[in-house]
């Protein structure tokens, strides 16, 4: 809007609309600024405040685009396993900056790589669902294993080498959970077979409830079996952990 108050001259010219190659119409160059920043305006009222991403809604919007072509993407569900239980224990700014850290890691790796994903979603509290391909298997692995090197940001070092947190720091009769750490559940072609974001955190379920306490300890990325149809998605399903 500030070009079209410095050049008002320009606010009536008209710009020809192209299509791949063919002429779809005419749009005057005042409208199309009124329309961009609009369109911005209404991206940015949809993205998760914390990670600055989009949400839910988008992710289903995005996923019924998508579930037609010719090679839809597979999908990966990233979350932290005990991070509820962290914050109890330690208090939500700590919890919060804990997220951060998983954005920034995410956002390094996936987003804005050189072979980066084409779509990344904040699905609420600590699950992201990203949009990828096989060769990006690598970096979801570093995204684990880099989380982990940074434990000693948000736990002591007694907490480290016993290898898990108090419920109570105070109470040294509470439970003990494992640290917390990067789970990456990998749906091989996902989006041929969902419909919405709920569809695969049902399936998610499905798959981390065959999880042991070693497979929690491991921190390993997670290949789930592929559906064969959309009604499998609920099912049971099998999951091959890659270390």
Request: hydrophobic fraction near 40%; aromatic fraction near 6%.
């Amino acid at each position: 809007m500030r070009l079209l108050a410095q050049q008002p001259q320009d606010a009536g010219r008209p710009i020809l609309v192209h299509r791949r190659g063919k002429l779809v119409g005419v749009v005057r160059y005042a409208c199309l600024l009124e329309a961009m920043a609009t369109s911005r305006e209404e991206a940015n009222c949809h993205l998760m405040p914390l990670s600055g991403m989009p949400g839910t809604a988008q992710a289903d919007r995005w996923m019924s685009q998508r579930r037609h072509d010719e090679d839809p993407p597979d999908l990966a569900l990233i979350d932290l396993r005990y991070f509820n239980a962290y914050n109890r224990a330690h208090g939500y700014e700590l919890g919060d900056q804990m997220l951060l850290s998983l954005v920034e890691l995410i956002r390094e790796e996936l987003v804005h790589a050189q072979d980066g994903v084409p779509f990344c979603a904040h699905l609420g509290n600590d699950r992201f669902l990203v949009a990828c391909r096989p060769g990006h298997q690598l970096r979801l692995r570093s995204i684990i294993d880099r989380f982990r090197e940074r434990r000693g940001r948000y736990f002591s070092n007694v907490e480290i080498a016993c290898n898990g947190f108090r419920a109570h720091p105070e109470d040294p009769q509470s439970p003990v959970h494992p640290l917390t750490s990067v789970r990456v559940i990998y749906f091989p072609n996902a989006v041929a077979h969902v419909e919405t974001c709920r569809d695969v955190q049902r399936w998610a379920e499905s798959v981390s409830a065959g999880e042991d306490e070693s497979t929690i300890l491991n921190e390993v990325l997670m290949i789930a079996a592929e559906a064969t149809s959309p009604r499998k998605v609920s099912d049971p399903l099998a999951a091959r952990h890659v270390a």
